[in-house]
């Protein structure tokens, strides 16, 4: 078998494979660093053989699905795009609503049910 017609396979099954470890850091609420050679571990026992950064800069450049899941790469790790990597929404511009809170509104809500009751 070439390797040009493994090429998307293996892309789609390390997107996978960075998805999983996103979630299970989101998850743990903590960042995710990953070195080349755990990550050659973790491809190896997928059946495929290791990566190292030459091999991952082509891949990243080239798969705009794996751009969002990485926050950082250089020679020596990779550091996942986890909530706690991303950067907070801005709330710029953002105002907080004018009225009652919504325990008001509940309180106000149960009391005129009690009344119908009656």
């Known amino acids: 078998m070439r390797l040009f017609e493994v090429e998307d396979r293996f892309t789609n099954d390390l997107e996978t494979l960075l998805r999983n470890l996103v979630g299970r850091s989101d998850s743990e609420r903590s960042s995710q660093t990953l070195s080349y050679p755990a990550l050659s571990n973790l491809l190896n026992n997928m059946g495929y053989g290791g990566i190292n950064y030459d091999t991952f800069k082509n ?13 950082n790469f250089d020679e020596d790790k990779i550091v996942l795009g986890t909530k706690t990597e ?5 709330t710029q511009g953002l ?16 009391k005129d049910y009690q009344k119908s009751l009656s």
């Open 59 to 71: 891949i990243y450049d080239n798969s705009p699905s794996l751009q969002p899941l990485i926050a």
């Open 86 to 90: 991303a950067e907070p929404e801005p």
């Open 95 to 110: 105002s907080t609503p004018k009225g009652p809170s919504v325990d008001t509104m509940a309180k106000s809500a149960g």
